[in-house]
């Protein structure tokens, strides 16, 4: 059994964009233009990952949209507002939302928690709700989050952790789990 067109095309840009930004050499000699490049990448992740995951049935109505939420980068906002307010995940339009406090993220789909300075305390703010949680910090599948962002040398890549998607309700693909860096289980 062959992968449909659309499915491959997707599984590839993500596979593209987790593990091709070419960063290293950049960041001396344009500091800004590699942020800016590093931010597109992290927007085009958050929006793919939408589109691997499967929510609790129910969940979404034909007229809701998918928020991807992001706590403490308002770049990072508007930028993804830019590039993806036409977009469609599974029918539904997106939309990018900033959050000023943890405890928001309970209405949204994706949240991405570019800072806060106590992730075990946001965690705990949505425990028990359907949303996908992305951080690019160290340690953060440990304390209960889905996908952390990570680079490797000159890419970035991600890790997930299956055991608090399933505890949240979500079912990630397998193939969002075939181009993971490391799948682990806490």
């Known amino acids: 059994m062959g992968l449909e067109p659309r499915t491959c095309a997707s599984l590839v840009g993500l596979a593209v964009a987790a593990m091709t930004l070419s960063i ?13 490049r590093e931010q597109l990448v992290r927007g085009a ?12 049935k129910g969940l979404h109505e034909a007229s809701d949209s998918i928020q991807i939420c992001v706590l403490g980068d308002s770049e990072l906002v508007d930028l993804l507002g830019k590039n993806i307010s036409k977009l469609v995940v599974k029918g539904h339009s997106v939309e990018a939302r900033s959050l000023e406090r943890a405890d928001q993220a309970r209405s949204c789909h994706v949240v991405y928690y570019a ?29 209960g989050g889905m996908i952390n ?38």
Do not use: C, H, M
């Not at 290293?24 to 800016?36: C, E, H, I, K």
């Not at 952790?161 to 682990?184: D, F, I, M, P, T």
């Open 24 to 36: 290293g050499g950049q960041l001396s000699a344009a500091p800004q233009a590699a942020r800016d």
């Open 45 to 56: 992740l958050l929006y793919k990952f939408a589109k691997f995951v499967e929510w609790p």
């Open 115 to 143: 800072a806060t300075d106590d992730l075990s305390s946001a965690l705990r703010a949505i425990d028990g709700a359907a949303v996908l949680t992305v951080a690019s910090q160290s340690g953060f599948l440990e304390i």
């Open 149 to 186: 962002l990570v680079r490797r040398e000159e890419a970035i890549g991600f890790e997930i952790n299956l055991a608090a998607s399933r505890k949240a309700g979500l079912s990630l693909s397998s193939r969002l789990r075939e181009v993971a860096v490391r799948v682990a289980s806490f």
